[in-house]
């Protein structure tokens, strides 16, 4: 934790930069534009049939979890260079990030599919992998390796190191929860939409630091846990699975 605080406190800066370019619009975007117009539903589903603005508003919410998922990459490379004790710039980081960007996204569409599934069969399974597979952006940026076989490298990172992989997944849903519950209890004090919006944008902001904290948490855990695995075995795995 000790290293995690250090890491946080001292590249403290080029997270901000980051935040504001990549954090703060979404959320401008989020509280300004889609929060405001969202679609009413009717208590009576049947024969309801879907509008524009309902899919305006899904395709807007599925952009800013996808700016997001940048954000996440853009910390977890600042981390990982800077646990090799390598500089690397602002640019220099998302150069990297939008370029991985989109292995990342078709990974976390693999991962949320099995995920789905194990919740179909029993909702144990699902948990399992949901925690298991938890890593797999740190696996992407620390060694390349996309798809099904990041999500392997993922598990067996998770399976040794349990206990922390458990607490780093439930201390992350606790405060998406907290952040999205103060969001919305200060706002229903708060009469004006513009300024309900501009303090639910604050507050997503500043909540988005503590998220970082843990992300940056859970990069150094892998980093810091030799995975006793030959990685090439993933590497040729997933370049037989490309050709094929």
């Given at each position: 934790?000790?290293?995690?605080?250090?890491?946080?406190?001292?590249?403290?800066?080029?997270?901000?930069?980051?935040?504001?370019?990549?954090?703060?619009?979404?959320?401008?975007?989020?509280?300004?534009?889609?929060?405001?117009?969202?679609?009413?539903?009717?208590?009576?589903?049947?024969?309801?049939?879907?509008?524009?603005?309902?899919?305006?508003?899904?395709?807007?919410?599925?952009?800013?979890?996808?700016?997001?998922?940048?954000?996440?990459?853009?910390?977890?490379?600042?981390?990982?260079?800077?646990?090799?004790?390598?500089?690397?710039?602002?640019?220099?980081?998302?150069?990297f990030s939008m370029r991985?960007?989109?292995?990342?996204?078709?990974?976390?569409?693999?991962?949320?599919?099995?995920?789905?599934?194990?919740?179909?069969?029993?909702?144990?399974?699902?948990?399992?992998?949901?925690?298991?597979?938890?890593?797999?952006?740190?696996?992407?940026?620390?060694?390349?390796?996309?798809?099904?076989?990041?999500?392997?490298?993922?598990?067996?990172?998770?399976?040794?190191?349990?206990?922390?992989?458990?607490?780093?997944?439930?201390?992350?849903?606790?405060?998406?929860?907290?952040?999205?519950?103060?969001?919305?209890?200060?706002?229903?004090?708060?009469?004006?939409t513009i300024a309900s919006?501009?303090?639910?944008?604050?507050?997503?902001?500043?909540?988005?630091?503590?998220?970082?904290?843990?992300d940056i948490f859970a990069?150094?855990?892998?980093?810091?846990?030799?995975?006793?695995?030959?990685?090439?075995?993933?590497?040729?795995?997933?370049?037989?699975?490309?050709?094929?």
């Amino acid at each position: 934790m000790k290293k995690t605080f250090n890491l946080f406190k001292n590249k403290f800066p080029t997270i901000l930069v980051l935040s504001l370019m990549i954090v703060l619009p979404v959320y401008l975007i989020q509280e300004f534009l889609l929060v405001p117009f969202t679609p009413e539903l009717p208590e009576d589903m049947t024969g309801y049939r879907p509008d524009s603005k309902l899919l305006w508003y899904f395709l807007g919410m599925l952009l800013v979890s996808l700016l997001i998922e940048l954000y996440k990459i853009c910390i977890i490379k600042l981390s990982y260079e800077t646990l090799e004790s390598r500089a690397i710039t602002v640019s220099e980081i998302m150069d990297f990030s939008m370029r991985i960007w989109p292995k990342t996204i078709l990974t976390t569409l693999l991962y949320a599919l099995f995920v789905a599934f194990g919740f179909m069969l029993l909702f144990f399974p699902g948990m399992m992998m949901f925690v298991l597979y938890y890593f797999y952006t740190q696996v992407i940026v620390m060694t390349g390796i996309w798809g099904k076989p990041s999500l392997g490298i993922s598990s067996i990172y998770a399976r040794k190191m349990l206990n922390k992989t458990i607490t780093i997944v439930l201390l992350n849903l606790f405060i998406q929860y907290c952040i999205s519950l103060a969001v919305a209890l200060v706002q229903q004090q708060i009469p004006g939409t513009i300024a309900s919006a501009a303090v639910g944008v604050l507050i997503f902001f500043a909540g988005q630091f503590i998220v970082t904290f843990i992300d940056i948490f859970a990069t150094v855990c892998v980093h810091d846990t030799p995975l006793g695995v030959d990685i090439s075995a993933f590497k040729k795995k997933k370049e037989n699975n490309v050709q094929y």
